[in-house]
T-cell receptor
Framework: KAGVTQTPRYLIKTRGQQVTLSCSPI?????VSWYQQTPGQGLQFLFE???????NKGNFPGRFSGRQFSNSRSEMNVSTLELGDSALYLC???????????FGQGTRLTVV | EDKVVQSPLSLVVHEGDTVTLNCSYE??????LLWYKQEKKAPTFLFML????IEKKSGRLSSILDKKELSSILNITATQTGDSAIYLC?????????FGTGTSLTVIP
């Protein structure tokens, strides 16, 4: 059974640009969550999608947005990138809400 | 404000030692607590705890939840170099999982 797949694995962007990250969950999983991980802050919750609906949102500015498609794949978009957005972005999928989640390898975003 | 504190922040032990990692939490509407191991990038799932006092065990790893004390511990016996990682706990409120900043464990041969 394939795991959670995130693309791309690495990304370098310039301040002010926008970026889209992709996450394909484990087959059969309908919930996808996104996290930002930085050395000082640990894993910070961005949002969670279930059946194409955003169920929960963390405390991030509106520049961070996401969506989920009918096949459960999810994308995360960050507009007007800032240097502080440099981080590892992890997505996790689970069969249902509020249960154990399985993480992808992450996308390392560097903003210069 | 919801809060998760893990201790110690880091730990260096020798192979064969036993370690105990702590997780204290203050979250509203607590539902469950998860433990993860993060070696390089992707955290890998270890345990999900929902009931107080019931130990979950997997090989040399075990974990238990104390809802009265708002805490959980993760024990690793007979540590091996492959146990070197960051261990994360994450209580769930029904809205999201709140991750602690983790305990960094280094096992020396």
């Amino acid at each position: 059974k394939a795991g959670v797949t995130q693309t791309p694995r690495y990304l370098i962007k310039t301040r002010g640009q926008q970026v889209t990250l992709s996450c394909s969950p484990i087959s059969g999983h309908r919930s996808v969550s996104w996290y930002q991980q930085t050395p000082g802050q640990g894993l910070q919750f961005l949002f969670e999608y279930f059946s194409e609906t955003q169920r929960n949102k963390g405390n991030f500015p509106g520049r961070f947005s996401g969506r989920q498609f009918s096949n459960s794949r999810s994308e995360m978009n960050v507009s007007t990138l800032e240097l502080g957005d440099s981080a590892l972005y992890l997505c996790a999928s689970s069969y249902r809400l509020n249960t154990e989640a399985f993480f992808g390898q992450g996308t390392r975003l560097t903003v210069v | 404000e919801d809060k998760v504190v893990q201790s110690p922040l880091s730990l260096v032990v020798h192979e064969g030692d036993t370690v105990t990692l702590n997780c204290s939490y203050e979250v509203t509407n607590f539902r469950s607590l998860l433990w993860y191991k993060q070696e390089k990038k992707a955290p890998t799932f270890l345990f999900m705890l929902t009931s107080s006092g019931i130990e979950k065990k997997s090989g040399r790893l075990s974990s238990i939840l104390d809802k009265k004390e708002l805490s959980s511990i993760l024990n690793i016996t007979a540590t091996q170099t492959g146990d070197s990682a960051i261990y994360l706990c994450a209580p769930n409120t029904g809205n999201q999982f709140y991750f602690g900043t983790g305990t960094s464990l280094t096992v020396i041969p």
